[in-house]
C-alpha cells in the first residue's frame, strides 16, 4: 500500500460547527503533514508531525487542532473556523521527516473544505 | 535560506509542443530539487527528484529535468506534449540540502495543452 488516504473527500461545515479531517498511510511511514493550499496556489505547511509527536506548528491559528493517535493515523480538528479558511487541506507523509527532506513526500487526494 | 522561483505562471503549448517548465533556485548548499504535479481536485503527485549524481534526472509519464549548478535551474521538460500533460505544475527545493525534511515550494505553473 503506497497510498494515503483523506476522508472526508468534500466538506461544508458552518462557522460554529465542529468537524474533523482524517488521513490515513499503511508505508510504516514515521513523518506526517498538513498542508493547507486556495487556488492556485502552493502548499503552505500547517504542522509536522514525527514519531506521534508535534515537531512543528507553522503558527497556525488553535481553531486548527491537530492530532496523532498513532503511527498510521493524523487528524485535524476543525473549530469556529471561517470563511477564508475554505481551502484544499492536504495530507502528506515520509518515512521520516529528514528522509522527506531527500526523497520528498507522499501525498493524499486532499479535502475540500467549505466554509459557510 | 533557499527558495524557488518558478518564471511563468501559466504555459499554453499545442499537442506534440515540446512542454518547458523553467525553474530557478536559490541556495547556499547543494540543492535536493524536486517536481510534483498537480491534477484538477487531487494531491501532489512526485514527478522527479535531484539529490546528487546524474544531473539529467529522468521521471514519471516522459518528463525529464537537469539540474544546471551554474544556472541554479532545474528546468522541467517533455518532449512531446499530451492532452492529459495539463495540469499544475510545481517545483520545490529542500530546505538546507534536505537536512531539515522542509520542502519549499514555487508557486507553480499552470501547463495548458491545446488540440
Known amino acids: 500500500d503506497t497510498e494515503v488516504t483523506q476522508t472526508p473527500k468534500h466538506l461544508v461545515m458552518g462557522m460554529t460547527n465542529k468537524k474533523s479531517l482524517k488521513c490515513e498511510q499503511h508505508?510504516?511511514?514515521?513523518?506526517m503533514y498538513w498542508y493547507k493550499q486556495k487556488a492556485k496556489k502552493p502548499p503552505e505547511l500547517m504542522f509536522v508531525?514525527?514519531?506521534?509527536?508535534?515537531?512543528i506548528n507553522e503558527s497556525v491559528p488553535s481553531r486548527f487542532s491537530p492530532e496523532c493517535p498513532n503511527s498510521s493515523l493524523l487528524n485535524l480538528h476543525l473549530h469556529a473556523l471561517q470563511p477564508e479558511d475554505s481551502a484544499l487541506y492536504l495530507c502528506?507523509?515520509?518515512?521520516?521527516?529528514?528522509?522527506?527532506?531527500?526523497?520528498?513526500?507522499?501525498f493524499g487526494s486532499g479535502t475540500r473544505l467549505t466554509v459557510v | 535560506a533557499q527558495s524557488v522561483t518558478q518564471l511563468g505562471s501559466h504555459v499554453s503549448v499545442s499537442e506534440g509542443a515540446l512542454v518547458l517548465l523553467r525553474c530557478n533556485y536559490s541556495?547556499?548548499?547543494?540543492?535536493?530539487l524536486f517536481w510534483y504535479v498537480q491534477y484538477p481536485n487531487q494531491g501532489l503527485q512526485l514527478l522527479l527528484k535531484?539529490?546528487?549524481?546524474?544531473?539529467l534526472v529522468k521521471g514519471i509519464n516522459g518528463f525529464e529535468a537537469e539540474f544546471k549548478k551554474s544556472e541554479t535551474s532545474f528546468h522541467l521538460t517533455k518532449p512531446s506534449a499530451h492532452m492529459s500533460d495539463a495540469a499544475e505544475y510545481f517545483c520545490?527545493?529542500?530546505?538546507?540540502?534536505?537536512?531539515?525534511?522542509?520542502?519549499?515550494f514555487g508557486q507553480g505553473t499552470t501547463l495548458q495543452v491545446k488540440p
Open positions: 508531525y514525527s514519531y506521534e509527536k508535534l515537531s
Open positions: 502528506a507523509s515520509s518515512p521520516t521527516h529528514r528522509q522527506g527532506g531527500k526523497d520528498g513526500y507522499t
Open positions: 520545490a527545493v529542500s530546505e538546507g540540502s534536505g537536512n531539515t525534511g522542509k520542502l519549499i
Open positions: 535531484y539529490t546528487t549524481g546524474a544531473t
Open positions: 541556495s547556499s548548499v547543494p540543492p535536493y
Open positions: 508505508m510504516g511511514h514515521r513523518a
